[in-house]
Structure formats: structure tokens, C-alpha cells
T-cell receptor, first 112, second 112 residues
Framework: NAGVTQTPKFQVLKTGQSMTLQCAQDMNHNSMYWYRQDPGMGLRLIYYSASEGTTDKGEVPNGYNVSRLNKREFSLRLESAAPSQTSVYFC???????????FGPGTRLTVT | KNQVEQSPQSLIILEGKNCTLQCNYTVSPFSNLRWYKQDTGRGPVSLTIMTFSENTKSNGRYTATLDADTKQSSLHITASQLSDSASYICVVSGGSQGNLIFGKGTKLSVKP
């Protein structure tokens, strides 16, 4: 039981490049989330998916797209990376009716 | 505006000592309050979750309190250990969409 896994762990992009961050959970949770964490700030919600087939914008969705591929997987795509997207990205999942969110280990992204 | 404020920003204590971290929030409507521990380079891990009706909850050497009237919470760590060195994040669930609102965290360093 790996919980929430994220790939890659580290990534460096040049401005304008694209990439997809992958997230998978093996806990059969319905809801999945993408957050970003910047120095001196709390985690901020980018997008979430309350169930397979649905996605909704969070607090800071601009510049990102998401795909809920199936119940296990929720990916985050940067179409044209910008230096302002340099951050640590966390994926999380939660079961319906429960409060607990389980976080992955994070992806550290640098855009130069 | 929904906000979660934590104090102090950082704290250094000696191993074996106790400490208390503070959290004030202005989130409405309120659903629950969580404390997370985040080790350097890792994702947050839940310590406690308290609903409106709970005013104290313990998890080993960690004890959280909640005063829903004054909108304040504290996390007390007893007999600190070197492994307690981490950031402690206060998170409130609520607001119009029930999303999580994260504080910026308190960085705790426990020295031998």
C-alpha cells in the first residue's frame, strides 16, 4: 500500500516548455487534489476532482490543466511553463465522508 | 476573507522541553480544524482533526485544543524529541466551498 505517489520528484524546465506531473493513489479514494507550496505561503489549491470524471478549479488554476484519468490517477499539466510556476507541487486524496487528506511526497519544479 | 494565521513563524527549543504553537482563523462557515506535520522535503502528515464540538484531541505527545468561540487553536508538544523538528501547519476546512485553508506554518527546531 504505497498511498499517494507522485512523479517526477524533481524537474527543471525552461520557460515555454510543457510537462505533466503524475499522481496516483491506491486507497480507492474518490477525491483528489493538486496544491502548490511556495516559500512563506500556505499550500494553495490549484484544481481538485471530487470524483472520477469531474474536475473543478481551486484558488490558483491559471496556467494549469488537469485530467482525472481514472479513479486512481490525477495529472497536472503545464502547457507553457513560466518562472512564476516554480514551486513544490503536492497531490492529495480523500475518501468521501472522511475529513482526512493524504498527501504525496511532492514534486519540486524549477522553471528558468 | 478566510484566513489562517499561525504564530510564532519559527521556534527553537531544547530536546525534552515542551512548546505550544498557536493558530487563529477567520473562516466561515467552519467545518473542522487540522494540524499537520511536514518534515523537510516531504508531504504534510495529519496529526489531529477537530470538529466544532471538540475542544481537545491528543495524538501521543501532541495535544491540540480548539476554542470555536474565539476561533483559536493551539498545538502542545510534550517532551520534545529531535524528530519533532518540522513545520507544523494549521488547516481549517470551511468557507463557501468547504475547501482547506492553510496557514503558513510554524517551523520548529529541536536542538540536543
Amino acid at each position: 500500500n504505497a498511498g499517494v505517489t507522485q512523479t517526477p520528484k524533481f524537474q527543471v524546465l525552461k520557460t515555454g516548455q510543457s510537462m505533466t506531473l503524475q499522481c496516483a493513489q491506491d486507497m480507492n479514494h474518490n477525491s483528489m487534489y493538486w496544491y502548490r507550496q511556495d516559500p512563506g505561503m500556505g499550500l494553495r489549491l490549484i484544481y481538485y476532482s471530487a470524483s472520477e470524471g469531474t474536475t473543478d478549479k481551486g484558488e490558483v488554476p491559471n496556467g494549469y490543466n488537469v485530467s482525472r484519468l481514472n479513479k486512481r490517477e490525477f495529472s497536472l499539466r503545464l502547457e507553457s511553463a513560466a518562472p512564476s510556476q516554480t514551486s513544490v507541487y503536492f497531490c492529495a486524496s480523500r475518501d468521501s465522508g472522511l475529513y482526512e487528506q493524504y498527501f504525496g511526497p511532492g514534486t519540486r519544479l524549477t522553471v528558468t | 476573507k478566510n484566513q489562517v494565521e499561525q504564530s510564532p513563524q519559527s521556534l527553537i527549543i531544547l530536546e525534552g522541553k515542551n512548546c505550544t504553537l498557536q493558530c487563529n482563523y477567520t473562516v466561515s462557515p467552519f467545518s473542522n480544524l487540522r494540524w499537520y506535520k511536514q518534515d523537510t522535503g516531504r508531504g504534510p502528515v495529519s496529526l489531529t482533526i477537530m470538529t466544532f464540538s471538540e475542544n481537545t484531541k491528543s495524538n501521543g505527545r501532541y495535544t491540540a485544543t480548539l476554542d470555536a468561540d474565539t476561533k483559536q487553536s493551539s498545538l502542545h508538544i510534550t517532551a520534545s524529541q529531535l524528530s519533532d523538528s518540522a513545520s507544523y501547519i494549521c488547516v481549517v476546512s470551511g468557507g463557501s466551498q468547504g475547501n482547506l485553508i492553510f496557514g503558513k506554518g510554524t517551523k520548529l527546531s529541536v536542538k540536543p
